[in-house]
């Protein structure tokens, strides 16, 4: 079960996945193929995702500091009608949650840091053996042409 389908993980992780989602489900791509989302962030994430209104400013810190989102420029102004830009860099993970909360000494828990590492290794873990498995195969036919030829 993923850290976005548990309870595991503090629900400001889901905000970050569900803000990022929203921008880049809108955004488009620049001529370097970047995904730039322009709009009004507050009502992104007030209105349209209906998150509580403390987690506005939490979720956008974390995803700056976890490098997922770039302010490009900033909206608002006098008559609150310009649209702020920002470049969508990448999505966050569970690993990248875990390493900025780290860095930023908020209290991440050990058993959540844990339960991260074996996610990770035994994903890493299934890539190898399935590796592996190709690798046999193709030794085990080589091995038959050599005997046949």
Not at 56 to 84: E, F, H, I, N, P
Not at 96 to 121: M, P, Y
């Amino acid at each position: 079960m993923s850290a976005q389908e548990g309870s595991e993980f503090p629900a400001l992780y889901r905000y970050c996945l569900r803000v990022y989602d929203g921008m880049l489900e809108e955004a488009e791509p620049d001529e370097d193929g970047n995904f730039i989302w322009k709009g009004a962030l507050t009502r992104l994430i007030l209105v349209d995702l209906a998150l509580p209104s403390p987690q506005y400013t939490y979720t956008m810190q974390a995803l700056k500091a976890m490098d997922c989102v770039k302010q490009l420029k900033r909206g608002g102004g006098r008559s609150g009608d310009a649209l702020s830009e920002w470049v969508c860099l990448q999505r966050p993970t569970e690993d990248l949650f875990v390493r900025q909360q780290a860095s930023a000494g908020h209290w991440v828990s050990e058993g959540t840091v844990l339960k991260q590492r074996i996610r990770d290794l035994s994903g890493r873990l299934s890539t190898i053996e399935t590796e592996l498995r190709n690798l046999t195969a193709v030794v085990a036919e080589l091995i038959k042409e050599r005997q046949d030829g």
